[in-house]
Structures are given as structure tokens and as C-alpha cells.
């Protein structure tokens, strides 16, 4: 066994099945050792979107997503998708195959120093080296693994990969537990202020979609007879068919949600993460309750009315234990806030638009089905739109939000749950960046509806031009749009490609490619003017 085999041996047992990346001679020792020890590596077109496959087989799998690239370019390639795992909190390990020992710090091609690069954007960055090899990857795998989870960056350089192996494959932990909880005063503290509130909302973020027991942040929001809205990664946790639910905020229509908080006399943040959006930006003179795994973090502006900080599944058990409070809400008056913010998503428009393809692809794909999206306009609109019945099976990157995540995130959520059926939405932009990846689809037969929103612009910074008053300038994605409904593609590297301009053609379509053995391509030619008015009011 050489140390290529040991690395491989150890993600095996830490639960890695699969490793995403673009190879070069450097990377070579490390694909063998997969198809030795039997982890798939899966070619991606783009190294970020070898980052991005990682991160969603980190939220998907409960085990860290792995991902793999050659030095240099590679190396600056990869660095996007583990930023998105830094920001969004998923375990990864982003391995970097390097120069031999005796090259590294020479003025040589290709070579940068790879630990400055990786160093801001994870949790640690590590260099393997004969000897250590066992004992590195041991704490890497704890580190990523441990709250709040993300990337830990490893450095290989090719003769330490090839050398003969000197360890024993470690034993391999979970990560290390959260072993805080707040004391019995903070709890008896925070029921009391709860008690006191007559209009109390709670707000599901993303650090509770990390609990070994989400079933008591529904208990907790029953017991209580909250209502709850979710940011955009919690959506799921709690089925949004839920009567207490009133939807997602700080995206489509937001203004309507930001009233929906100023109305409540308390928030409470059950795993909220400031990394989603500030709570600054929403919260206005409502005080916080914060319920989370760290420390509350806010400005000046925000009343901190208490805060409990540990475990949470420790937090919600003990919570649960005290009386539940009784408040003003009524069930006709959080379902009318729920079915007014949803008409408002919803306005009447003749052509194809975008609510029409989101609700179309929602009633196609079924109640346990995962959507993977991608960052622009739509992203504002299929957040709020959206009715997501079960825990990761809504992806997106909100911390990140970089473009090019959709496409990527859908192959992983397939490949990690192939069980689940999986749809992808990006808007015309996003696909430019990542359209190579429907051959990776086509390789791996993974039968996933790619469908995009040709608007022909980049229509989240056309609405931020407008509102700013500037002109509409050099964010046109076509030249002719008037001549796009005439446009139909055949194939794209022998996945089916198809146009359709109404309601009744994406359907069928849709219909087809969900029972197909293969990818599909749905272009969807929409008129996104309502973005004017539902992405920021």
C-alpha cells in the first residue's frame, strides 16, 4: 500500500463513496488508488465544479464530500466550490496534488503556494508528508467534520503520494461533539421571555439542519404554536405545508416578510447563522432570542433580548422540557400573511415567466424530491416560491452565492441519493457557466431535468441597474431575443436539448425527462419582467 492508498483507505472509512475533480499527471497516483480502494472518481468538466459536487455530498451524506485537483490553475479552479463549503458550512476535503518535496517553493510551472490560497477560505490547510500520513488525515476528517462543519484543504505532493505507506490506516471519528450547553439560569431566562411574548416568530436557519434530532425543532415550534419562517438553506427542515409556516425571508417579495417581523414582538433564531443575511438588514426594533451552536452575532441595532449557545439537540430537549407558552396568533391570521406573500410572488402575465416554469417543475418532481438551483434573480423567486416538504431538498449556496453551483449540486444530490428523484433550475447566465457538466450527467445516466430560464440577460444585475437608475448596459445574454422562440436545440453532447415557450410544452417535457434514462435539457424562453417587482420589494 502506498500513501495514495492509505489517503483513499481513510476517506473510505471516514464514509466517502465518491471524489469529483479534473486529473493531471500530479493527480494520476490518487485516481488509481480510488479505483483501487474503491472510491469513484467522477471527471467533472471544471475543477469549482468538483468543489461544488463536494460540497452538496457533504450536506447530502452526513459524511465529507471530497474533492480533487492538480496544482496551480487546478488548484485556483477548485478554490471557488470550497469557498462555497466554508461559507455554507459543509464538511469537505479538497485535496491538492503537488510538485514533488524537493520542488515545492521553486520558481517552477504551475507551482503557487497552496496554503496561503486555501488558507482563508477553510477550516484548515494541512501538508501530508511521509510518516504523517495516518495522523494528518485522522484530524483533518475530525476538523471538517466538527461544528460549525466545513473544508479542510490537503497538500500531496506526488512522491509522498506514490511512496510506499509506513502508518496503519487511523481510526476515524465523527468529529469532535459540541460539549457546551448554556447554564439552567440562560433556559429559565429564555422561557420567560418567550412567556412574555404575545406575537412571537421563529426563524429556522441554517445550523439546525445539522441536528442529529430535527424532530425537536418541530416539537418546539408546536408546543409553542409558533409561527416560523426559514432562510433559504433551512427550508425543508420543517415541512413548509405546515400551518405554522409562513415561507422564506430576505428574498422574493422580502418586503411583505420584513412586515410580517416588525408585527411579531419577539424573533427567535432557532440555528440562525448570520452568514445567510444580517440580521441587521430584517429585524428592525424586534428583539432576538437567539437559540444557536455560537455566539449571537450582530451590531449595536439589534436588541439582544437573550441568547442560548451549545448543542442545540441538547438546547431543544431542554427547552422542551419547560411549559409552553401561550400567544395572539391565530391560524387564520398566519394563513393569510402565508397566501398573500405567495400571491404576491405570483403576478398575472401572459407569456411563459418564471413562477409559471418554478410551480410547473415543484408539481412535476415529487414531495421527497431534490431541486439544485443556481444565484441570479431566479434565486430570489424559486426561495420564496418553493414549498419544500423535507430536509436537504432544497440546495442552493446562500453564504457563497456564487454563480455556477446548479448543475453541479444536482449531479451530487443524485449521485449521493440516487433513490430521489432530482431537478435542476439555473437561469440562461449560470448554464453559460457550467454547461459542460451535462456530460457528466450523461456519463453517469443520472436522469435529472436541467431546466433553464433563457430571459436573455443577466436579470439580477439588470433589476440592480434599474434600481440604481443606471442603463441596462452589457448584461444581454442574446443578440436576437426576439427570434428565441424560434430556436430549438437538438442535443448537447448527446443529452437531449429542447425549447419550449409555454406552460403545456414544459410539462410534457418534463414529464419525458423524468422517465428518461438520461439527462435532459429544457430551455425555458420567459419573460422576466416581474423580476422588476418581486426580487427586492
Known amino acids: 500500500m502506498n500513501n495514495a492508498d492509505l489517503i483513499v483507505a481513510t476517506l473510505k472509512a471516514a ?24 472510491v469513484d472518481f467522477v471527471l467533472t468538466a471544471h475543477e469549482g465544479s468538483a468543489g461544488f459536487c463536494a460540497d452538496v455530498t457533504g450536506r447530502m451524506t452526513g459524511a465529507p464530500g471530497f474533492a ?3 496544482l496551480g490553475p487546478g488548484a485556483t479552479n477548485l478554490a471557488t466550490g470550497v469557498g462555497s463549503a466554508y461559507l455554507d458550512r459543509s464538511p469537505m476535503i479538497a485535496l491538492t496534488c ?21 488558507k482563508p477560505i477553510t477550516k484548515a490547510s494541512f501538508a501530508l508528508r511521509e510518516g504523517s500520513i495516518a495522523e494528518t488525515m485522522q484530524r483533518a476528517i475530525e476538523i471538517a467534520m466538527s461544528e460549525p462543519q466545513g473544508p479542510v484543504h490537503l497538500d500531496l505532493p506526488e512522491d509522498v503520494a506514490v511512496a510506499m505507506a509506513s502508518e496503519a490506516a487511523p481510526n476515524i471519528v465523527a468529529g469532535a461533539p459540541i460539549v457546551t450547553i448554556s447554564a439552567d439560569a440562560v433556559f429559565e431566562d429564555a422561557a420567560g421571555i418567550l412567556a412574555a411574548a404575545k406575537r412571537p416568530l421563529a ?6 439542519m445539522r441536528m442529529a434530532d430535527p424532530a425537536l425543532l418541530r416539537t418546539f415550534v408546536e408546543r409553542h404554536g409558533l409561527p416560523f419562517a426559514s432562510t433559504t438553506m433551512a427550508k425543508g427542515l420543517i415541512d413548509e405545508d ?10 422574493g417579495c422580502r418586503q411583505l416578510q420584513r412586515q410580517l417581523i416588525r408585527d411579531a414582538d419577539l424573533v427567535i433564531g432557532l440555528g440562525y447563522d448570520t452568514i445567510e443575511t444580517e440580521a441587521e438588514a430584517w429585524i428592525g426594533d424586534t428583539p432576538l432570542l437567539q437559540i444557536d451552536i455560537e455566539a449571537v452575532d450582530v451590531d449595536e441595532t439589534v436588541t439582544v433580548a437573550g441568547a442560548v449557545t451549545g448543542d442545540l439537540d441538547a438546547s431543544f430537549a431542554r427547552l422542551n422540557a419547560m411549559p409552553p407558552a401561550i400567544n395572539d396568533w391565530t391560524e387564520e391570521e398566519i394563513a393569510a400573511r402565508r397566501d398573500a406573500f405567495q400571491q404576491a410572488l405570483r403576478p398575472a402575465i401572459d407569456p411563459l415567466c418564471p413562477h409559471q416554469v418554478i410551480d410547473a417543475v415543484r408539481d412535476a418532481l415529487p414531495r421527497d424530491g431534490v431541486l439544485s438551483f443556481d444565484v441570479g434573480a431566479h434565486t430570489h423567486q424559486i426561495a420564496s416560491q418553493w414549498t419544500a416538504h423535507a430536509p436537504r431538498t432544497f440546495l442552493i449556496t446562500n453564504g457563497w452565492s456564487s454563480m455556477g453551483f446548479g448543475l453541479p449540486g444536482a449531479i451530487a444530490a443524485k449521485l449521493a441519493r440516487p433513490d430521489l428523484p432530482v431537478a435542476c433550475i439555473v437561469g440562461d447566465g449560470c448554464f453559460q457557466m457550467t454547461c459542460g457538466e451535462v456530460a457528466v450527467a450523461r456519463r453517469q445516466n443520472l436522469a435529472i431535468p436541467f431546466v433553464i430560464l433563457n430571459d436573455q440577460w443577466l436579470s439580477l444585475i439588470r433589476v440592480k441597474q434599474t434600481r440604481r437608475q443606471y442603463a441596462d448596459y452589457g448584461m444581454r445574454l442574446l443578440d436576437d431575443p426576439a427570434d428565441a422562440a424560434n430556436r430549438t436545440p437538438a442535443h448537447y453532447f448527446d443529452v437531449p436539448a429542447v425549447g419550449v415557450t409555454d406552460l403545456a410544452g414544459l410539462q ?28 427586492f420589494d
Do not use: W
Open 242 to 251: 405546515h400551518p405554522l409556516s409562513v415561507g422564506c425571508i430576505e428574498r
Open 98 to 118: 503537488n510538485l514533488n518535496t524537493d520542488q515545492l517553493g521553486r520558481r517552477i510551472q504551475m507551482y503557487i503556494d497552496h496554503h496561503a490560497l486555501f
Open 15 to 38: 464514509g466517502v463513496r465518491h471524489g469529483f475533480g479534473v486529473p493531471s499527471g500530479n493527480v494520476l497516483p490518487m485516481v488509481e488508488a480510488m479505483q483501487a480502494g474503491g
Open 203 to 208: 426563524l429556522v436557519g441554517m445550523s439546525a
Open 68 to 70: 480533487i485537483a492538480t
Open 508 to 535: 410534457a417535457e418534463l414529464t419525458k425527462a423524468f422517465a428518461a434514462d438520461g439527462p435532459t435539457v429544457i430551455e425555458a424562453y420567459v419573460d422576466s419582467a416581474h423580476y422588476m417587482d418581486t426580487v
